[in-house]
């Protein structure tokens, strides 16, 4: 690996905990946040089912009052319809009234009609308890519409079960009342009877009644509690929820907030502080680049030019480092030292060697001009000089 490569990891090491801080830093802002947002959606929730209750329990003080009526008490269909109908017109909330009898037959309505509720299970409930009893989601059988029942026994002067009075709450009424609790913007407020099934929900309340909850079985409803759920809707939201009472039929009130909504802030935060890490790590990895070929890059290549043309015979060349502060300047200056030192000994060897040629041939030049014969011989008693006169006479 090249020495610039293994700079740039090496920085980049160095970036990493400055890196791990900022996203631990991220991910605790994210917590404290989904903390912030639960408590907040649990809060509104908790609101929500306590105005419920108060509604319910209206209910029940309506149908209790309802049940003291001499002329249900006496089955007396007419006073009792007449009675129901001017009821019925001060509570428009209940699309009508009606009390049948212990086979569930109605001898008594708002509107005149007949029907039967002895397959309905809140009738069935009421009878078995003789309490106050909350339905779930149905059609309403005289009116076709959208309701939830309520349900109450009235007793006869003989103190015996004489049957039930019956209040079907519009659930188009409740779901304007909703409407107008002030949600926030990117809240949801929902409304669900016991099996998890909407009653009411706001916004969009039409694409929600009627069907299923889809968080519901992930929902402890013994207690209150949030939760993070995608809705029909495809929105993804913290939902606080609150259930009311047993005695008020168990009715789940939820409240919702987008989490998407919920954590824009964050997100822009986030983006921004990546953004700011992408381009800081960049600044940085290229300021390391340039001044890596400046002071590292650059110098290292005079050293090796002058060493390969040392290595040629050029002792002339020399490395000149601008920074003579910087480690590497002391370096060429020990290789410049070297240098002088190669030049000086190359210098004196070239002047030996002069000096051994020219005693050479002076040498040769007395040998030759002798009338002797003159043999040089090696330790080997190889022969290494013969001059001519001892050639001629060897042979």
């Known amino acids: 690996m090249a020495l610039l490569s293994r700079l740039f990891v090496l ?4 970036l990493l905990p400055a890196i791990a801080i900022q996203s631990y830093n991220e991910f605790d802002l994210r917590r404290s946040r989904q903390m912030e947002v639960q408590d907040q959606a649990l809060g509104l929730a908790k609101l929500a089912a306590a105005e419920q209750q108060q509604i319910v329990q ?16 006496a089955r007396d269909t007419q006073a009792c319809s007449a009675y129901l109908s001017t009821i019925n017109q001060r509570y428009p909330a209940f699309l009508t009234f ?17 029907t039967s509720v002895a397959g309905r299970a809140y009738f069935a409930n009421a009878v078995r308890t003789g309490e106050f009893t909350v339905g779930e989601f149905s059609i309403g059988r005289l009116t076709g519409r959208k309701v939830i029942q309520f349900a109450l026994p009235f007793y006869g002067d003989d103190a015996r079960m004489g049957g039930v009075i019956i209040a079907p709450l519009s659930l188009g009424w409740l779901a304007d009342y909703i409407a107008r609790m002030g949600v926030p913007q990117g809240g949801a407020l929902a409304i669900t009877d016991r099996d998890g099934t909407y009653l009411a929900h706001y916004p969009d309340n039409g694409q929600f009644v009627g069907r299923k909850m889809p968080a519901v079985k992930h929902l402890r409803v013994d207690h209150p509690g949030t939760t993070a759920a995608l809705d029909l809707d495809g929105v993804e939201r913290i939902v606080g929820y609150s259930a009311l009472q047993a005695e008020s039929g ?3 009130v939820s409240f919702g907030l987008d989490k998407t909504q919920a954590f824009r802030g ?10 700011l890490i992408v381009l800081s790590t960049s600044l940085v990895l290229m300021l390391t680049r340039l001044g890596a ?7 290292l290549g005079q050293l090796v030019d002058a060493a390969n043309q040392w290595r040629l015979g050029d002792y002339a060349r020399r490395v ?20 002088d030192a190669l030049a000086d000994r190359e210098r004196e060897l070239y002047h030996a060697k002069e000096k051994a040629e020219e005693a050479a041939a002076r040498i040769t030049t007395i040998f030759e001009s002798t009338t002797d014969c003159v043999l040089i011989v090696d330790p080997d008693w190889r022969i290494n000089y013969l001059n001519e006169r001892g050639q001629g006479a060897a042979f």
């Open 11 to 14: 920085v980049a090491v160095a």
């Open 58 to 73: 209206g209910i029940r003080q309506v149908l209790i009052a309802l049940s003291e009526l001499p002329a249900i008490k």
């Open 250 to 252: 168990g009715l789940l």
């Open 320 to 339: 000149n480092i601008l920074d003579k502060q910087s480690e590497i300047a002391r370096v060429a200056d020990a290789f410049n030292t070297m240098a």
């Open 266 to 275: 964050i997100q822009c935060r986030t983006r921004r502080g990546i953004l």
């Open 98 to 114: 009606v009390v049948v009898d212990m086979n569930g037959q109605s001898f008594c309505a708002t509107n005149g009609k007949t």
């Open 293 to 299: 070929r400046r002071f590292i890059h650059q110098p």
